[in-house]
């Protein structure tokens, strides 16, 4: 039976309680937004080329940047439908305050576009969201809504712009994925209950930075590749440079996914990623498949911001690579 992701929302919020229907409504937004952004990704190519002469497209459309693109429609959709106060997203310096007409009881920080480096190549990119409540008193949100831990998190989730488009979000009862099919225009239901496998295939970590690596990482590396073992038992090396779709082969193959803190610059001393926009949604959706995230020495998701793009280390995947690294880490304090 085909079931659609509008259907499958509304089936996960029962599961909460009596509601009113705004947390699906929301959810499914974000899909209506996903599936926008997919038809632009879909015809990226296209309008570089009709676009590369000037600004506008045959059409007379202005070309954007797909990320601008996302970021501003996400933040349109979201900041007019009555139910965000606040989004803090990784394209804008400060949190947007939604205007007191239109706020609404939920917080959610994206990063609309991830991997976008992988635009001019044509390969994988995605969004990623958080899900958070209002905290602060009043009708109008203050900034520090955005600033909450991972665990308060009420639903998280990404797009993934690959071979196909899948959406995948949980809502604390476990990780489903969406494929879109085209034909139809509709997320229907492709991975029901995804879990990380026993099995660990893969590591993902960009390897060019190895010369800045501490040392629980490169012990940790060596393990993987089986360097001085006997049997060898390397695992298989696969980074696409977008952690939407490494994450995604990782859930679906079993694997673990590394972002650590390197030496390569003094002013990013806790590696890249964001810990609002892309480890907390990401460690929020492994804790639901069975999986784990760790800065290193500790749970992702209990780490209290300060900043709306403050970074952490990201170390995410099968449960037991992600506690692998931790011992490590622990033996060498
Ligand atoms: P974004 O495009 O949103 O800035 O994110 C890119 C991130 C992440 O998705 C990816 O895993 C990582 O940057 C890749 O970084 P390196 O090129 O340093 O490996
Ligand atoms: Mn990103
Ligand atoms: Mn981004």
């Known amino acids: 039976m085909l079931k659609t992701i509008e259907r499958h929302i509304i089936e996960e919020e029962r599961k909460l309680g009596p509601t009113s229907g705004t947390f699906s409504n929301l959810l499914h937004d974000i ?14 190519g296209i309008n570089d080329i009709i676009g590369a002469t000037g600004d506008t497209n045959v059409q007379g459309e202005q070309v954007q940047k797909l ?3 996302s970021n501003e429609l996400l933040i349109n959709m979201l900041s007019h439908s ?30 609309p576009l991830d991997g976008s480096g992988n635009i001019g190549v044509n390969a994988s990119i995605g969004t990623i969201f958080s899900i958070l409540p209002k905290k602060s008193d009043g009708r109008v949100a203050q900034s520090f809504d955005c600033l909450q831990a991972g665990v308060n998190q009420l639903a998280a989730g990404y797009v993934m712009y690959g071979s196909s488009t899948v959406l ?36 993902s970590v960009n390897e060019g930075n190895a010369a800045y690596w501490d040392e ?3 012990r940790y590396i060596e393990f993987v590749k089986g360097i001085g073992d006997k049997p ?13 779709a490494d994450f995604h082969r ?22 890249k990623l964001r810990l609002l926009v892309e480890a907390n949604p990401m460690a929020f959706l492994a804790e639901q498949a069975g999986g784990w995230a760790s800065h290193g020495t500790g749970r992702i998701m209990e780490i209290v911001p300060t900043d709306l793009h403050q970074r952490t280390p990201v170390i995410v995947g099968n449960r037991a690579e992600v506690a692998r690294y931790e011992e490590i880490a622990k033996g060498l304090q």
């Open 216 to 218: 629980v990482t490169r």
């Open 168 to 203: 995948v979000y949980s809502t604390g009862f476990g990780v489903h994925g969406f494929t879109l099919d085209p034909t139809v225009g509709e997320f229907v239901l492709s991975h029901n209950l995804v879990r990380f496998p026993d099995r660990c295939k893969y590591y």
């Open 67 to 69: 990320d601008v693109f």
């Open 232 to 244: 060898k038992r390397p695992f298989g090396h696969r980074y696409i440079g977008a952690m939407v």
């Open 250 to 271: 990782n859930l679906i193959d079993g694997g673990v996914f590394l972002y650590p803190k390197d030496l390569k610059d003094p002013n990013k001393p806790n590696g």
């Open 82 to 111: 009555g139910r965000v106060c606040a989004i803090g997203s990784e394209e804008n310096a400060e949190p947007i305050i939604v205007d007191e007409r239109w706020a609404g009881k939920y917080v959610v920080n994206m990063d």
């Open 31 to 44: 899909a209506v937004a996903a599936k926008v952004i997919s038809r632009e990704v879909r015809r990226a």
